[in-house]
């Protein structure tokens, strides 16, 4: 078994979430997912986990074949039409735009008024795709299988987030932190995916809006990510190799030349 035991108030909140979202998602009957399945009736602070075999499993940095069908087969089976202003995931945006105003790095706080302007370009009442999202879908939570891919550490899970936010999130993490290519391995990787076949085809079949999906998704992003370095002393090297890609990213908010084929 896999054990994880709160050692702060921070963690403890994070164990409590991952057990109410696993009871949740224990009941989709998932072919390219597996999820960790754990004993529900556990004391406070605790998440006992049935161990995963890792062997021939390996992390890529890469998005493969399964990493889209796994995360659509997720968001087909979950997927609702909705007021993006009803949804719970654009009430924690606005809770986090609130916050922003009391950013006290100046560095921040500029990239924070940013993140504003992208804000006001969208419309709250407009309808969007929503589905059930991993939050922190990256290469080092996603171990590849020979016919199904591992799924680990679901606290940062939402049920109505806008469609395509996890893969999204695999190739920012991916090229910013692991591959070290900057935007220009975003963009790259971002086009690469919208030419794959099954996303075409689902962006297609509902008629998704990829750079409203690419919006909502940035804005959630940066936005919570933001509040916490301004909560640390001293930035790693990571989080300014982030904030240096957010910030390219969003001198740009229209994105001219990521969804050209």
């Known amino acids: 078994n896999?054990?994880?035991?709160?050692?702060?108030?921070?963690?403890?909140?994070?164990?409590?979430?991952?057990?109410?979202?696993?009871?949740?998602?224990?009941?989709?009957?998932?072919?390219?997912?597996?999820?960790?399945?754990?004993?529900?009736?556990?004391?406070?602070?605790?998440?006992?986990?049935?161990?995963?075999?890792?062997?021939?499993?390996?992390?890529?940095?890469?998005?493969?074949?399964?990493?889209?069908?796994?995360?659509?087969?997720?968001?087909?089976?979950?997927?609702?039409?909705?007021?993006?202003?009803?949804?719970?995931?654009?009430?924690?945006?606005?809770?986090?735009?609130?916050?922003?105003?009391?950013?006290?790095?100046?560095?921040?706080?500029?990239l924070s008024a940013k993140l504003n302007a992208l804000k006001t370009n969208i419309y709250r009442h407009q309808y969007v795709y929503t589905a059930i999202n991993h939050g922190d879908f990256t290469p080092w939570n996603v171990a590849v299988g020979e016919d199904v891919l591992q799924v680990f550490d679901w606290e940062m899970t939402r049920f109505d987030a806008p469609v395509l936010y996890d893969l999204f999130h695999f190739i920012y993490q991916s090229e910013l932190l692991v591959n070290r290519n900057g935007l220009r391995g975003v963009e790259k990787e971002i086009k690469r995916m919208f030419n794959h076949p099954q996303i075409k085809d689902f962006t297609f079949k509902h008629k998704v809006n990829i750079e409203r999906c690419h919006h909502l998704y940035l804005l959630d992003v940066i936005g919570k990510n933001i509040i916490l370095f301004d909560q640390q002393a001293n930035l790693s090297l990571d989080h300014i190799e982030l904030l240096n890609g957010w910030q390219e990213a969003l001198s740009n908010f229209n994105f001219p030349n990521f969804f050209i084929k």
Not at 2 to 30: G, V
Not at 53 to 73: F, P, W
């Open 2 to 110: 896999y054990l994880k035991l709160a050692n702060s108030t921070q963690t403890y909140n994070c164990i409590e979430a991952e057990k109410i979202n696993l009871k949740r998602l224990s009941n989709l009957d998932l072919k390219q997912m597996n999820i960790p399945i754990t004993n529900m009736n556990q004391s406070a602070g605790i998440l006992i986990q049935k161990a995963i075999d890792r062997s021939n499993k390996t992390n890529s940095s890469t998005l493969t074949e399964q990493h889209i069908e796994a995360v659509l087969e997720l968001t087909e089976v979950s997927l609702k039409y909705k007021k993006l202003s009803d949804t719970d995931f654009y009430e924690d945006v606005v809770e986090q735009m609130y916050t922003l105003k009391g950013i006290k790095s100046e560095n921040l706080f500029n």
